[in-house]
């Protein structure tokens, strides 16, 4: 049994609680580990256990299950996430800028963690649904893009349609369609770079197009 499973047998309430934690953050590491070294459905128990230095069972001591573990890595996943695109959108302009450069961060974060961004963004375990709590940090993130696209209206950048879920639908489909091209054909170029990334601010453009300005009507 590894020291700090061990540890927590013995130790003062407080000691205890901050050392469980620590053991779930370990496990949580080693089971990002193992997807990134076997794929996202090549996580198991019995492998994150082994690189633990434990038996099986005494991973169910913290996660009652495998899904258990996707679904905190998951959670972890989204809140990281999130916060890397709310401190990119701090100090932009309120509008596309703010959500243009927000975005980007997100695509940086995905490259950078593919397999935790496979596990959030294109949900390749089938047998696993994310828990409310789990997602809740996904639904704040939907919350900022869209008070981003209200920005935008309010700033007359786009017209007033894009104040809407529509907009914030499309706007995850142009950076999953990047991302999408990017994970496929060149997961190690850095975001900015290659043939797909560098086309997002491009994309982003479309926006006016798709939610124009109203036409001023000039009285005669």
């Not at 089971?31 to 128990?45: D, H, P, Q, W």
């Amino acid at each position: 049994m590894s020291t700090d499973v061990a540890a927590d047998a013995t130790a003062t309430p407080d000691r205890r609680a901050r050392r469980r934690q620590e053991t779930i953050e370990e496990i949580l590491d080693i089971a990002e580990t193992v997807m990134i070294e076997e794929g996202v459905n090549g996580l198991t128990v019995s492998e994150v256990a082994r690189r633990l230095g434990v038996q099986p069972p005494s991973i169910y001591k913290y996660f009652p299950s495998l899904l258990a573990v996707y679904d905190a890595l998951f959670q972890r996943g989204q809140h990281a996430h999130l916060e890397v695109m709310r401190t990119a959108m701090t100090d932009a302009t309120p509008g596309l800028d703010a959500l243009t450069k927000g975005l980007e961060a997100s695509g940086r974060w995905a490259l950078a963690n593919r397999a935790v961004a496979q596990l959030l963004f294109w949900r390749p375990v089938p047998s696993f649904e994310p828990s409310a709590e789990a997602l809740a940090p996904s639904l704040e993130m939907v919350a900022v893009q869209r008070h981003a696209l209200a920005d935008a209206v309010r700033a007359h950048e786009l017209g007033p349609d894009a104040d809407s879920d529509e907009a914030v639908y499309l706007v995850s489909t142009l950076i999953a369609g990047v991302l999408s091209q990017a994970f496929a054909n060149e997961p190690d170029v850095p975001w900015g770079e290659g043939r797909f990334t560098p086309a997002f601010p491009k994309l982003m453009q479309l926006l006016s197009a798709v939610y124009p300005l109203p036409v001023k009507r000039h009285s005669r």
